[in-house]
């Protein structure tokens, strides 16, 4: 199943400074098998919305999942319908909703009650709803021209599907278009859609301005093992005066594990700035904590975790299927090329995934104090200056040996064994 193109946006609200939207959905099946479309199950359509400004993409809404009944079979996927409808979208098929039926909000499933890699959706609560309640909710203040002037703004939408995950085809249910927000807080849609790519992409298809990529701006996927699939996007941005502002943008496709770390290396000594975290909140009875993730500036990393453990409170802030959040810090080091570690919520191996990306510092190879490509006695003496703190005339990162952010015994050890030899 893919989303194919959002032909219409309807607007609703606000109260209290938030307004809600509703994106329509052109949904092809564009496989080899007839798709599963249950009444008030799957598939669901998630829908969020960025902006891109000062050079950093932010999520900033998303809704619950909008189910629905029965599916219709027509053309309009480049390719021939089967004719099959009703409990199944056919091989083929094309199934239209306008924006005003993805807003009806007995439909609209919570993300709390999905599995994003399997597929499975739990049963719609009742409820009582305003305008609000369940759809794409935005505050008014995060589309403030004032405060974000010239701001550009992406919808996403994004399907969850019991048939397509089994089959292993959800890396493409993700699309996203731009749109632009008006005086009265109504979307309009502009340019076409970017079917499969999701809105993370978006920061690089128009970092430089509308339609003008930033060569600058890298996106990567970051597959857990097994499971689901992040998206990494990073920036460094030269701020002038030996400093560098370093971006993040880490977005779970479908990770039902999802992310409840993210670990940036730094040199030793370096002096931090702007140590920046956001991220997109639930609404609308949603269970999750709201609150941030706590940095933790160490030595060597500057860390952001969740506010709880998997363990101590499964609905703590963790990243989840959907949603993109933004780590981000400004140093006096220039990148290098490294890698971040995204550490994963649910318990499961690996417990966490590096990813590469520029960082403001990296080591090439372990133990290479001194850095020049080889192991010998000058890194023993650089080893020590790292061991004991203060100045080092060498690269400290390649002193944490077992990197865990701290040089201690076990770097000693390590140390010690490739002195020894192999
Ligand atoms: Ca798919
Ligand atoms: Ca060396
Ligand atoms: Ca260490």
Redesign the pocket.
Known sequence: VVYTECTSTSAYGPIGGIRAYSLGSNTCNVGEANLLWTNDGTPGLAMNMYRLHGGRLEQIGMSWLKTACCAAASNGCGMSCNGVNGNMLGVGCLDVYSAGWNAIQSNLSPRSGINAYTGTFSPIPGGTFNDLTRRLQVAEADMSSTTYPGALYFIEGQYISTDDAAAGRALNNASYKRVTVGATFALTLQGTMNTNRPAIYAWLDHGLGVNTPDPAVQVSAVDVPGEGRFHLAAKVTNLGGGRYRYDYALHNLNSHRSAASFRVPIPDGGVLTNVYFHDVDYHSGEPYDPANWNATIGNLCVTWNSPQTFAQNANTNALRFGTMYNFSLEVDSPPATGAVRIGLFRPGDPESLTAAAPVPAACALAG?V???G???S??LGAFVECLLGGVSSGNCQCADIDQDCVIGDADVNGMVSRLVGP
């Open positions: 290479d001194a850095p020049d080889q192991f010998d000058v890194d």
